[in-house]
């Protein structure tokens, strides 16, 4: 990509009618952070602030009809993978990223909204973890998710974070974020494993409930600025500093009744 190319920045997710999460916050994040927008849907999602009250699964040949028809025509300079609803879904994206191979691709391994919600069925877990976990260059679990997909306890602290991003790394996946967010602490810790080495990237926890779309915008983040940073550390530190800058400003919302969104504020106007 040149260098002062806007980057075409692909999401494969659910739909949030509410705005926070699943496509509707991944496009609100690749616009903010100046990069062009494209989408497949792989299920309409009834949720809101409050919960999840239905799902409805685009059929795993349309999905990848949809991919077809879009790559064959705009080459996506990454792609964030979100909710994939069962094992078919996961096949058909996997097929999509052999065939158009894109330069950087984010997975979000997307299991259970912050509701308790589950949008990914347990039995999906082991194809999520056979098919897309090699494919991917960066995975983002928060810790409940990295527990289902190594099958063992939640990791209670950093030092077995640690432990479980490696082990992470070593089931396929180049890179793992393991997200922190669900520790307690005035800090919010995620720690990074990649081939040259693991660091620890920590934000002050912004005092606020409405946290919906936390993880959506995150990995949204990393691929919309993936493309214009030397390498994945520098690309997931500035998305986790626009993420706390989206979590400052949640309060301003006052959307929904339950935990609100983050808000994608940004000053261009
Ligand atoms: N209150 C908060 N203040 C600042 N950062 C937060 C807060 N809550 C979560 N984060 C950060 O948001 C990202 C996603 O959070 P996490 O809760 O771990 O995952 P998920 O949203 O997928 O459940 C991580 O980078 C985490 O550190
Ligand atoms: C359609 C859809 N995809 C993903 C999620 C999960 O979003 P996340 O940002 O991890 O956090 P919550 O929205 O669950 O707070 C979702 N809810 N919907």
């Known amino acids: 990509m040149a260098a002062n190319a806007v980057p075409k920045v692909l999401t494969i997710a659910g739909t949030d009618p509410s705005g926070g999460a699943g496509i509707q916050g991944d496009l609100k ?13 792989t299920a ?24 077809d028809t879009l790559l064959t025509d705009v080459p996506a300079d990454a792609v964030k993978i979100g909710m994939l609803g069962d094992a078919d879904l996961i096949k058909a994206v996997a097929a999509a990223l052999d065939t158009y191979r894109p330069p ?5 391994p997307v299991m259970v909204a912050k509701s308790g919600d589950r949008l990914l069925p347990a039995d999906a877990v082991s194809e999520l973890r056979r098919t897309l976990l090699p494919r991917a260059d960066l995975i983002t679990p928060n810790l409940p998710e990295a527990a289902d997909l190594l099958g063992e306890p939640q990791a209670s ?12 790394r070593a089931l396929g996946a180049r890179q793992v974020l393991l997200k922190g967010g669900h520790l307690d602490g005035d800090t919010c810790v995620d720690v990074l494993a990649t081939p ?5 990237l920590a934000a002050p926890r912004v005092p606020t409930r409405n946290t919906h779309g936390t993880g959506c915008t995150l990995s949204s983040a990393i691929a919309a600025l993936r493309p214009r940073h030397d390498d994945w550390p520098s690309a997931v530190r500035a998305a986790k500093d626009y993420l706390t800058q989206a979590l ?4 301003s919302l006052g959307v929904g009744h339950g935990h609100g969104p983050v808000h994608h504020f940004h000053n261009a106007w």
């Open 248 to 251: 400052r400003a949640a309060d």
């Open 44 to 67: 309409l999602v009834a949720q809101t602030t409050t919960g999840v009250t239905g799902i409805h699964e685009v059929p795993a040949a349309f999905v990848a009809q949809q991919l």
């Open 196 to 200: 040259e080495g693991t660091i620890e």
């Open 104 to 108: 950087h691709v984010v997975l979000d």
């Open 29 to 41: 994040t690749f616009s903010a952070l100046g990069a062009y927008g494209m989408t497949v849907v």
């Open 157 to 168: 602290g950093l030092p077995e974070m640690h432990a479980q991003a490696a082990r992470l």
